[in-house]
């Protein structure tokens, strides 16, 4: 099945941006969903179809996909948004549609 | 209101079997793909098993054959049968939702129901 790589962990200051990298073979040619999940709870969609956002998901959160790495970006990183971040790789043709990502903790200095 | 509830966790030995249940309110089983991922104590998330709104379904390679994920349209809810069971298959199990209009993300989750597999 597809397998999906992400850096393990990101850390960066209030203000300043965070990056998230999805790392797979072609993954431009599929279609990507990003979570993020704090402690103890359940995950909550950030991103869907690449770069769309579910509302009330503010505009600080976007994403791409693009050749073999899919990006979400964090722009001026509050305290909140620390918790672990997965991406869902989508593929209806494959016998396997859906794998995550090994995800990336985001720590807020 | 939008919810999941999963039920039917609990501690079991290795090569018992649980069925899991996702009660379903606010929108209906059949018109939807459900999912069933899975977290290790420690560990990322990992997808289990869905099916569409049409009933075609779809597992992880690790539970072939021993997972089968049912849905009860006059009940809402979903299900996951799970026999063999092994020390591997430890985890919080979430259901969740996914509508094709988003690409099947999943937009809707449980709190999650925990199975322990050990002796």
């Known amino acids: 099945s597809f397998v999906v790589t992400q850096s393990p962990s990101v850390s960066v200051a209030p203000g300043q941006t965070a990056s998230i990298s999805c790392a797979g073979d072609?993954?431009?040619?599929?279609?990507v969903h990003w979570y993020h999940q704090r402690p103890g709870q359940a995950p909550v969609l950030v991103v869907y179809?690449?770069?769309e956002r579910p509302s009330g998901i503010p505009g600080r959160f976007s994403a791409s996909n693009s050749g073999n790495t899919a990006t979400l970006t964090i722009a001026r990183v509050e305290a909140g948004d620390e918790a672990d971040y997965y991406c869902q790789v989508w593929d209806i043709r494959d016998d396997h549609p859906s794998v995550f990502g090994t995800g990336t903790k985001v720590t807020v200095l | 209101e939008v919810q999941l509830v999963e039920t039917g966790g609990g501690s079991i030995q290795p090569g018992g079997s649980l069925r899991l249940s996702c009660a379903v309110s606010?929108?209906?089983?059949?018109?939807?793909?459900m999912t069933w991922v899975r977290q290790a104590p420690g560990k990322g998330l990992e997808w289990v098993s869905l099916?569409?709104?049409?009933?075609?379904?779809y597992y992880v390679d690790s539970v072939k054959g021993r997972f089968t994920i049912s849905r009860d349209e006059s009940n809402n809810a979903l299900f996951l049968q799970m026999n063999n069971l092994r020390a591997e298959d430890t985890a919080v199990y979430y259901c969740?939702?996914?509508?094709?209009?988003?690409?099947?993300?999943?937009?809707?989750w449980g709190k999650g129901t925990a199975v322990i597999v050990s002796s």
């Open positions: 606010g929108f209906s089983v059949r018109n939807n793909c």
């Open positions: 072609n993954i431009g040619s599929k279609t």
């Open positions: 969740a939702r996914g509508e094709s209009y988003s690409g099947y993300a999943m937009d809707v």
């Open positions: 099916i569409f709104s049409r009933g075609t379904t």
């Open positions: 179809n690449d770069s």
